[in-house]
């Protein structure tokens, strides 16, 4: 998947991926990692969710990272928001209040980007990118935040039944590409296949979503 894959989408308003409303698991599930309100907290691949709002409305200070700006700017614009705008080569850093958006690639991130992380909250990252940006992702991210506290929900399906995104990651995987640093957690595991009339008519018989808790080991 080039970033033109990802560009394009957003410029033709493909964004099946967004949730229109807070997140139920993040709400329900959050609190219960006993996280400071001070902690700081990191979203890749953000888009334009109201999770980050969210997060801000229980005092974290939140970081996230998109690649199109076409989103960052829908963020900001549908929320009634005015950021200050900054060019922090490679990224464009549009920041206002308790949030902050780099724009840019995710790979480009390094440590000194999230300085001061102490969380992350993935609902939309790993399960979109296929196996081998997945391995890439998983170790980035390790190499990013090696002592913070995550939040990550996947979906679980046959992927012979449907091609990603979003794409199916078992459990199996979960713990492959991120059991070595954190310790792993299953908080939530609904079945979602009867209300997901979108994903039968690509073809899913089943599907499962899980919710887990990344917890660093040492």
Not at 143 to 155: E, K, V, W
Not at 157 to 173: L, R, T
Request: proline share 7%; glycine share 10%; net charge negative.
């Amino acid at each position: 998947m080039h970033p033109d894959f990802w560009q394009a989408r957003w410029q033709r308003g493909e964004t099946g991926w967004h949730e229109g409303q807070i997140n139920v698991h993040l709400q329900e599930l959050w609190p219960g990692l006993g996280l400071d309100p001070a902690t700081r907290v990191f979203v890749p691949l953000c888009g334009k969710s109201r999770d980050l709002l969210w997060l801000a409305g229980r005092g974290h200070r939140v970081l996230g990272v998109e690649l199109a700006e076409v989103g960052v700017q829908a963020f900001f614009d549908e929320n009634g928001l005015r950021p200050t705008v900054t060019d922090e080569p490679p990224f464009r850093r549009y920041a206002v209040d308790e949030v902050t958006l780099l724009c840019g690639d995710f790979f480009d991130l390094r440590p000194e980007h999230l300085a001061g992380v102490g969380a992350f909250y993935d609902r939309a990252s790993l399960i979109a990118l296929p196996p081998a940006l997945r391995e890439r992702y998983a170790a980035h991210l390790k190499t990013l935040l090696p002592a913070a506290i995550g939040l990550l929900i996947t979906f679980d399906y046959d992927q012979a039944e449907m091609a990603g995104p979003p794409f199916s990651v078992q459990p199996g995987e979960v713990a492959r590409l991120l059991g070595d640093r954190f310790a792993l957690t299953a908080l939530a595991d609904l079945d979602l296949i009867d209300e997901s009339p979108k994903f039968r008519q690509r073809g899913l018989t089943a599907l499962r979503e899980k919710v887990w808790r990344l917890h660093p080991r040492g």
